[in-house]
């Protein structure tokens, strides 16, 4: 396996983070944090360089905030300088693990998504007999679950520079003995990361064709009851070897469709999740433009999407203006009445 070196250098040249700057400011030049650091912008970079390679540079402290949706859980908010150094370490490594991963792991990479996971998963469902099973399995408590020492040794199979990977696994580190803080852009490629050994597991060695997983939820489709059965011990056992444990785990044959990463997929069907749905409506209730535009997103090329969009149309001819995004006015204006 090939190793790379001197990428402390590379990373954390003058020109990559001036990059990595104009990376984390997309989407937030609008918010404090941004607009603080872009004051004294010069002064900023140049110290980030300067503690770098003096061995100087300490990670800050975060601003912790919960989430419930769409389930409980505490967020780490690093501060606006240390994601700049994030991306500065992001644009290095992404490349080099991405060439690891299969095809088949679609969570937080360039070019995947949910949308291509759920196209995926009902592309492969069709090529498979309606009383053929699904395995469905969902590792607990995973980014909490993640065990640090196995991530550096993960990460020096591919990456022999001590001073770079002392930098990475400084944004892995929490005040608990276990898990990566929910939050920081290396958090997601470090769950790739993690997982990415489960994924060859699966494929190489026990060999199962149809195989798909977002982050730590993850299915072999196309098996029999009992293969079902006999893999999950297996699963299991190789989890366990990660520190990890699942969560749960369903077996459903094909027919009965799915839920994951966010629809319910069947061989010919795909819809968002009634939660979703639910909550599209509230959103059109109180006119909230912002959610109404990300959920009508998440509903694209799905058959969720006529019916949301019929529900709009009936709130505007209530006397409500809600605005359709121009990606969606050709069906808006097809439907009938």
Known sequence: MKRYKELFEKAFSMENICQAYMDARH????????????????????????????????????????????????????????????????????????????????????????????????????????????????VRKFFYSIDRRI????????????????????????????????????????????????????????????????????????????????????IIEFLTSLGLALSKSTISKVRKGVNFCGYRIWRTLIFIRKYSLYKFRRAVKAEKQEIINSLLGHAKNTNSLKYMLKIIQEENTNGKNIQIPKDYRPAYYALPG
């Open 27 to 138: 989407g937030k030049r609008s918010r404090r944090a941004c607009y603080e650091f872009e004051r004294h912008l010069g002064a900023n970079l140049h110290n980030i360089f300067n503690e770098l390679h003096a061995g100087r540079y300490c990670r800050g402290p975060y601003f912790e905030f919960v989430v419930t949706e769409p389930k409980r859980r505490v967020i780490h908010a690093p501060t606006f300088r240390d994601i700049v150094v994030q991306h500065a370490v992001y644009r290095i490594i992404y490349p080099i693990f991405d060439r690891s991963f299969i095809s088949q792991s679609f969570a937080c990479r360039i070019g995947y998504g949910t949308h291509k996971a759920a196209k995926y998963t009902r592309k492969v469902m069709q090529t498979h007999g309606s009383e053929e099973y699904i395995l469905k399995l969902d």
């Open 151 to 234: 991530l550096r040794k993960l990460i020096e199979r591919k990456i022999k520079d001590r001073r770079f990977v002392d930098i990475m696994m400084m944004f892995a580190d929490m005040e608990t003995p276990m898990g990566i803080p929910i939050g920081n852009l290396l958090s997601q490629i470090y769950a790739l990361i993690y997982l990415n050994p489960l994924d060859h597991f699966i494929k190489r060695i026990l060999k199962i064709k149809h195989y798909v997983r977002y982050v730590d939820d993850f299915m072999l489709i196309g098996l029999t009851r009992d293969k079902c059965l006999a893999l999950r011990n297996k």
